[in-house]
């Protein structure tokens, strides 16, 4: 494939994934803590420390925020497009990279099979379209992995592998923390030992490296620790405290959650999938049938991510406070070794090989998936949403024959490379369904917005808000850039038109009263978050300092 064509190709589909809808859904999960501390610095011009709810945060590295305020600048205002459109560009310079890699490990046909795989990982498609670390961070580590495996697999000096890899590793880790090293460590010992260049560890170009993954962000963690020491004491712990409660949490026995733990490794298998579904298909064939056929580099290069991947990904869930998400630097080398084996596979086992029953299956449960996405894009508006039913359903019916002339196409490439671009394909048009019938539907049941909508009704236009002791909750995002996030009545600023708080808090006589005196008396209204915690509104006098 041509390289305008190849990139033409990738940002097609990456745009049919990660762009339909992409603002059209209120913020969820974690999206909250990343876009509330992105806003504090817009308000203040403190970009080096953030802060939520009134005081610092840094349990995180800020690269998440800075992303989402640079976002915000650009677009010139607040929105949950400006403030996912990072994560999804992430992702995108993911899969550029990853046609680079692609081409130097497996060849031609690697261009375009591994950006693919990348962008219809499960977990790439879910976290690439919210404002949330992992995007970022899965994207950024996955750029260092895949930049060393190319140099690796290509040969000569160590030193530009290295220091590519220590470049982005370190970006990483302003997203996250270095915790992905284990995870990458893990497979190119291995790689190493396999190919016998295990002293390559021992060279000045692997330390340089990774003392460069190191160094990166730390003018930050030192210009916010020296912020912290101009604060009170009493505005939190330091960074170090932070983060040595942040592991000993992670490593204590008793936070394990027994009902989700055991699900922990299949959880992870679900973000990994489809493609370490395969890698797991063609893992005993590979070393039954035609094993003998590989070069040495090739070998260790499938021994070391098959071995590293699944030792460590063991290792990280069955940390007692083990989430899925933190295996999520390994979608880049599991797309990798999915598309390694299946281009070794397409080489030795022989065409009929490949165009077996299972591709051929594939390819029927792909055609099947694209037919009943169709069907409920036409029928679901109608039954669910009757008033985005014309608009949804001339999307779908419009979008429709494009889909399936490109799924005809796709029919006569040969296999695996057709397993590839029919996922993609897949990928795409579910993502078109979610993002013009099934967002409409979902702006019907909204508990986000509504609190702050009805906030906003009774404050009037531009209202100027303090929210006390507000917790972390998303819905204020939505009473819009001049809500300020506050810790204490004595950080209540002077122009400040009305306050929010949780009502239990108000009704505490002492902090009553001394609301009261800074002109705080006047309730004019409750709401309930989507938790049920109620919040109450207060009116500032017009006479009160």
Not at 240 to 267: C, F, H, T
Not at 400 to 419: E, I, K, N, Y
Not at 485 to 491: D, L, M
């Amino acid at each position: 494939m041509r390289p305008l064509l190849l990139i033409l190709t990738i940002l097609i589909t990456w745009g049919a994934i990660f762009l339909p809808g992409l603002g059209n859904t209120e913020l969820k999960g974690e999206e909250g803590r990343r876009i509330l501390p992105a806003r504090r610095m817009m308000q203040t011009g403190d970009y080096v420390l953030p802060w939520s709810e009134g005081k610092p945060y840094h349990r995180k590295p800020p690269l998440v925020n800075w992303a989402i305020a640079g976002s915000f600048r650009l677009h010139g205002g607040e929105s949950e497009w400006a403030a996912r459109l990072p994560s999804a560009l992430a992702v995108l310079m993911l899969a550029l990279t990853a046609a680079w890699a692609g081409r130097v490990i497996v060849g031609p046909q690697g261009a375009w099979w591994l950006p693919l795989a990348i962008l219809t990982t499960i977990g790439t498609i879910e976290k690439g379209r919210l404002a949330e670390i992992e995007a970022i961070f899965l994207s950024l580590s996955g750029i260092g992995m895949l930049g060393w495996l190319g140099g690796w697999h290509r040969g000569g000096a160590p030193w530009g592998r290295w220091l590519w890899a220590g470049m982005w590793f370190g970006l990483a880790s302003l997203a996250k923390g270095p915790v992905f090293l284990p995870l990458f460590y893990g497979f190119a010992i291995i790689i190493l030992q396999r190919s016998r260049q295990l002293k390559e560890l021992l060279h000045p170009a692997h330390w340089a490296g990774l003392v460069l993954s190191l160094l990166l962000p730390l003018p930050w963690a030192l210009a916010a620790a020296e912020r912290m020491k101009a604060l009170p004491p009493a505005s939190g712990d330091g960074q170090a405290q932070v983060w040595v409660n942040q592991i000993v949490k992670r490593l204590d026995p008793s936070a394990i959650d027994w009902k989700s733990y055991p699900l922990g490794p299949l959880e992870t298998l679900l973000l990994l999938c489809p493609w370490a579904l395969v890698s797991l298909y063609l893992w005993r064939r590979a070393r039954r049938r035609w094993w003998p056929e590989l070069s040495v580099k090739d070998r260790a290069l499938i021994l070391g991510l098959g071995w590293g991947m699944l030792g460590m990904g063991l290792i990280y869930s069955l940390l007692p406070e083990a989430r899925a998400r933190f295996q999520l630097p390994l979608v880049a080398p599991n797309a990798l070794m999915a598309v390694v084996m299946l281009a070794h596979w397409q080489r030795h086992a022989g065409a009929e090989a490949v165009d077996s029953t299972a591709s051929r299956w594939a390819g029927t449960a792909v055609r099947l998936l694209l037919l009943a996405i169709t069907l409920a894009g036409v029928t679901l508006p109608w039954w669910k949403a009757p008033g985005s039913m014309l608009a949804s359903m001339a999307w779908m019916l419009g979008l429709a024959p494009v889909v399936w002339l490109t799924a005809m196409r796709l029919a006569r490439l040969s296999p695996p490379g057709r397993s590839f671009a029919e996922a993609g394909l897949l990928a795409a048009w579910g993502m078109i369904f979610f993002g013009v019938v099934i967002t409409p539907i979902m702006r019907l049941h909204e508990d986000i917005r509504p609190p702050a909508e009805r906030i906003l009704e009774v404050a009037g236009p531009e209202p100027r808000i303090a929210a006390l002791y507000p917790g972390p909750q998303p819905f204020l995002f939505y009473l819009g850039k001049n809500c300020v996030e506050i810790a204490s009545p004595g950080q209540v600023a002077p122009d400040a038109t009305h306050l929010v708080t949780p009502k239990d808090k108000w009704e505490d006589k002492k902090l009553n009263s001394r609301l009261a005196r800074q002109g705080f008396s006047e309730k004019l209204l409750e709401v309930r978050d989507d938790d049920g915690t109620p919040y109450v509104l207060l009116k500032r006098s017009a006479q009160a300092p």
